[in-house]
């Protein structure tokens, strides 16, 4: 068979089962076999790509992140991140919104999940921000559009989907380093945005904590506080690579929660162990699949054909990061971020590099275009869960969004051409340690 | 799919997870007082890994939580809809089933031990062939009781 004709197989066979529901890791395992029959290599190959894939010594960062995030959560991490938020920004106009924006950046400094974000910090917010008079669905758009820092600070696991993805070519001490100034851009924009609707809408200060109060809350917080400072350290100053920064903060995480604060026991460690494995599942797959799919793509010069044909539209670097920031945002609404972070990976680095783009930055400009994706309809997880918790529709949900879909536009516009944002504080800590 | 063996799955994930955990902690832990790596412990996750990420992957499946795209299928009529509903149970025990077959043949052919702790490199890709047995037989069972689990608005909380 042809090369274009393996194409054609390979694509068609992945395209047509993703539309007849197939689950994606499940589709990218069978559009492997189908490319490895038809091209007549060894088979055996999927197998041993999964099994090998799956053994990565990084990958294990994955569900200990995860793990992480869901014993910080179910140990009332959240309740006490908000006071901490609601003494730094509460006591100005339209408060609880910023109250919102902050919490969910020290929240996504924990947990590195959007939804988790959003499930953890909505119900605590959501119905105080009603309470106090804010309109339901701004509560609502704010919490979702906030939570999107989270897939950008570290630690986020997503970055680390991304290293793996990269065949572990980008190192995940840059991508979590890059991702705090982007991080704090989107916490600003939506800051500000929520600043100018809270004066135009007459929403109310929040009440000024007293001194001693706020020392009280700052210090229940430390705990908490400190857990991405415990994550970022030793794996900054290259003391551990980053499964074992993750092991780190997993061990730092039942201190916490179990001598610190005293809120789970041994039942609930079952729960959040069962829960952790759940969502590690639905990622350890599909990195395994994915990696098979990528070799098949990769036999088959996929990312060549693709920066042929972006240059064949234009050769100038910001014509073609417009391009692919376009198309990312199209495939985000109507595709899952892990997933489209395993495909898309191997296919537009070796595009963008030749351009001049930095992995670790096209890394940061691919988590915050899916972060915003998970923010629109028609398939969002985070929007989802903001509208069950803030009890809405997706259009009234999707409708409050629209100024903060454009504030979030701005910071990407950012990121992709001030390369600067990024790379600043990789190379920065990169030059210290030299 | 039987709730027990739902159960048992949950279980041995759980398990598994905790157990990578405890391993990962005894390998920092010998990290800071030797100042080196066993292999031993290092050839230990990597299959206790491959055999959470593939169980793991099984019991997802059974509980209809892998992340798939329903911008299409959720717009057809509700009789196609029925059609297109044993498409994805058909296709996932057609990939579990080749998992398997080709996991096996590769568990056969293998016959090299691992430095470490001598055993056989092998082991390695049984996980892949147990689950892909597994996943077979979880896609047979939907497509008998014609339910399509999967569902990218389950709450999957991976982003």
Known sequence: ?434 | MPRALGAILEAATAILLALLAVNATFELVAWMLWQRSFAALDEIQALLMVWFGMLSASYCLARGLHLAVDVVASRLAPRMRRIVATVPPLAVAVFGGLLSIYGWRLVGILDNTLPGTGWSAALQYQPVAVAGLLIAGIGLWQLHARTVETGSHSGPDVA
């Open chain 1, 1 to 434: 068979m042809s090369d274009p004709a393996l194409l054609a197989l390979v694509l068609g066979c992945f395209l047509v089962l993703l539309l007849f529901r197939v689950p994606v890791a499940f589709a990218l395992g069978l559009a492997s076999f189908a490319f490895f029959f038809a091209s007549g290599r060894p088979a055996l190959s999927v197998v041993q790509k999964i099994a090998t894939q799956m053994a990565e010594p990084t990958l294990l960062a994955i569900p200990f992140f995860i793990l992480c995030g869901e014993i910080m959560s179910s140990g009332g991490m959240a309740r006490r991140l908000v006071d901490v938020a609601n003494v730094c920004v509460g006591f100005v106009r339209g408060g609880l919104a910023m109250v919102n924006v902050v919490a969910s950046m020290f929240f996504g400094g924990i947990s590195g999940s959007s939804v988790a974000d959003t499930a953890s910090i909505g119900p605590v917010l959501i119905p105080t921000m009603v309470r106090s008079g804010y309109d339901r669905g701004f509560s609502v758009a704010v919490t979702i559009a906030s939570s999107t820092q989270g897939i950008i600070l570290p630690p986020s696991h997503n970055a680390i989907l991304y290293s793996l993805a990269a065949g572990g070519t980008v190192s995940i001490q840059a991508l979590f380093l890059a991702g705090y100034v982007p991080g704090l851009l989107v916490g600003a924009a939506l800051m500000t945005l929520s600043a100018v609707v809270a004066s135009r809408r007459g929403y109310p200060r929040g009440e000024i904590v007293s001194s001693r109060q706020a020392l009280r809350i700052a210090a229940s917080g430390v705990p908490a506080l400190v857990t991405p400072l415990i994550i970022v350290v030793p794996l900054a100053l290259g003391w551990a690579p980053a499964h074992q920064s993750a092991i780190i903060a997993v061990v730092w995480s039942i201190i916490a929660s179990s001598f610190i604060y005293r809120s789970l026991g041994a039942a609930d460690y079952w729960r959040v162990l069962k829960r952790a494995s759940r969502t590690s599942g639905i990622v350890i797959i599909l990195i395994g699949t994915a990696a098979a799919f990528g070799e098949a793509l990769t036999y088959l010069h996929v990312p060549e054909i693709l920066a042929a044909a972006l240059t064949a539209i234009s050769s100038q670097r910001v014509v073609v990061l417009l391009l692919l920031n376009v198309m990312i945002l199209a495939l985000g609404a109507i595709m899952d971020m892990a997933a489209l972070i395993v495909i898309l990976t191997p296919i537009l680095l070796p595009v963008v590099e030749p351009l001049g783009v930095d992995p670790v930055q096209f890394g940061i400009i691919l988590l915050l275009n899916l972060g915003i994706g998970l923010c629109t309809p028609p398939v969002g997880s985070t929007l989802f869960v903001g509208c069950a918790v803030g009890e809405i529709s997706i259009e009234e949900a999707s409708r409050a969004l629209m100024p903060f879909y454009v504030a979030m536009l701005v910071v990407l516009i950012l990121v992709t051409f001030i390369p600067e944002l990024s790379l600043w504080l990789p190379d920065l800590v990169a030059s210290w340690r030299s």
